[in-house]
Nanobody, 121 residues
Framework: QVQLQESGPGLVKPSQTLSLTCTVSGGSITTSYYAWTWIRQPPGKGLEWMGAIAYDGTTYYSPSLKSRASISRDTSKNQFSLQLSSVTPEDTAVYYC?????????????WGQGTQVTVST
């Protein structure tokens, strides 16, 4: 059974870069055709698909975040990461990593527990 675990700072200052890592166990992030995804949920709002990195390393981003988001991976550690630059308080949210069946299918069979990130001075 695949397990995902987010890690990273819980507090980020405005204008700085938010960095999160998802560690995957029980399965390889290079296994066809999964897409390793970042999703967030701001307080009082719904889930927002942020972007994904596919099994072959191809990255995909939400158009609303494309200029600020970057997703990368370290296959030797079976991890993938999110960097979100120039954060504002509107980026405060619970951030989840998840495994999608394929990019854009939105069939998330496995989720991390989520990590709260607050953007504040």
């Amino acid at each position: 059974q695949v397990q995902l675990q987010e890690s990273g700072p819980g507090l980020v200052k405005p204008s700085q870069t938010l960095s999160l890592t998802c560690t995957v166990s029980g399965g390889s992030i290079t296994t066809s055709y999964y897409a390793w995804t970042w999703i967030r949920q701001p307080p009082g709002k719904g889930l927002e698909w942020m972007g994904a990195i596919a099994y072959d390393g191809t990255t995909y981003y939400s158009p609303s975040l494309k200029s600020r988001a970057s997703i990368s991976r370290d296959t030797s550690k079976n991890q993938f990461s999110l960097q979100l630059s120039s954060v504002t308080p509107e980026d405060t949210a619970v951030y989840y990593c998840a495994r999608d069946l394929r990019v854009g299918v939105l069939d998330f069979g496995s989720w991390g527990q989520g990590t709260q990130v607050t953007v504040s001075t």
